[in-house]
């Protein structure tokens, strides 16, 4: 990844980070040019799922399952069994 210095547009050092919260970092980058130096600080979240992870697809899967009638469930199930 890299980060563009927001004022001289050279790339920049990232001199730490933390973690905020679940879904967003922040990031202290250092601009390396003698001739700017500046230090700003960067977010970076998650904006959304382009794949959801397997576990929550296998919680729909079953969630989508015990709303099926029985018979039909055993049907589909049957059907599609690998």
């Known amino acids: ?8 547009s050279e790339a920049m050092h ?3 980070s933390k973690q905020v919260n679940d879904d967003v970092r922040e990031f ?3 601009c390396p040019s003698d001739t700017c ?3 700003a600080v960067m ?3 998650l ?3 382009i794949q959801p992870p397997k576990k929550d697809l296998d919680d ?4 989508l399952l ?3 009638d029985p018979k039909k469930r055993k049907a589909l199930l049957k059907k599609y069994a690998s």
């Open 1 to 8: 990844m890299k980060m563009l210095c927001p004022a001289c």
């Open 14 to 16: 990232i001199i730490r």
């Open 28 to 30: 202290v980058g250092g």
């Open 37 to 39: 130096g500046a230090k």
């Open 43 to 45: 977010l970076m979240s």
């Open 47 to 49: 904006s959304h799922y």
């Open 60 to 63: 729909a899967f079953e969630a």
């Open 66 to 68: 015990t709303k099926i």
